[in-house]
């Protein structure tokens, strides 16, 4: 079992940034690849970036290239989303997920455990 505690959304202007945490415990965090999904009032959750177990490998959804960063810190049991540049079309729920597989996967039913999301808000 593992637990995923998401912190740092919030509210920011558009063109602005934050970073978002998730704090991984229970199982050993490094054999777990981790996702960043988001979701909208109305819309489906979709996939915003993957990082494999070593950071080596990661993987982004077009709307966020250029403009987030994901990573990890396997000491620390986190993984981190930097987001610059935020638009208002960013807006949502956002919520971190680990697979016990440890590869960079984009679609959400592969993920086996999930944070409880953190709400970041873009205004305009």
């Known amino acids: 079992q593992v637990q995923l505690v998401e912190s740092g959304g919030g509210l920011v202007q558009a063109g602005g940034s934050l970073r978002l945490s998730c704090a991984a415990s229970?199982?050993?965090?490094?054999?777990?690849?981790m996702g960043w999904f988001r979701q909208a009032p109305g819309k489906e959750r979709e996939f915003v970036a993957a990082?494999?177990?070593?950071?080596?490998?990661?993987y982004y959804a077009d709307s966020v290239k250029g403009r987030f960063t994901i990573s990890r810190d396997n000491a620390k049991n986190t993984v981190y989303l930097q987001m610059n540049s935020l638009k208002p079309e960013d807006t949502a729920v956002y919520y971190c997920?680990?697979?016990?597989?440890?590869?960079?996967?984009?679609?959400?039913?592969?993920?086996?455990?999930w944070g409880q999301g953190t709400q970041v808000t873009v205004s305009s």
């Open positions: 997920a680990a697979d016990a597989s440890d590869k960079v996967r984009v679609i959400a039913y592969l993920y086996d455990y």
């Open positions: 990082i494999g177990w070593s950071g080596s490998s990661t």
């Open positions: 229970g199982r050993t965090f490094s054999n777990y690849g």
